[in-house]
């Protein structure tokens, strides 16, 4: 039987840690001075490629680039 004494204030909200973390780092990058700020938020964008199977070979990759929403 467990205590609910123990859990972390971001579980008990109904997050993960995944998300907690990302609104911290949010709003530390949102609270630096310029050009901190900028440098900070082209660390935050995301490249990768995706690619699809079919017969057990790899198709053509496609690059993807997901930058967060302001």
């Known amino acids: 039987m467990a205590s609910t004494a123990a859990v972390?204030?971001?579980r008990s909200a109904g997050m993960t840690y995944i998300t907690y973390?990302?609104?911290c780092a949010n709003l530390v990058r949102n609270c630096l001075?310029?050009?901190y700020k900028s440098e900070?938020?082209?660390r935050?964008?995301?490249?990768?490629?995706?690619s699809?199977?079919?017969?057990?070979?790899?198709?053509?990759?496609?690059?993807?680039s997901d930058t967060p929403e302001a």
Do not use: L, Y
């Open 52 to 64: 699809k199977w079919a017969d057990g070979k790899p198709q053509k990759p496609t690059i993807r």
């Open 40 to 42: 900070a938020i082209n």
């Open 44 to 50: 935050e964008k995301v490249h990768f490629s995706v």
């Open 8 to 10: 972390p204030f971001w």
């Open 33 to 35: 001075k310029e050009p």
């Open 21 to 23: 973390s990302n609104i």
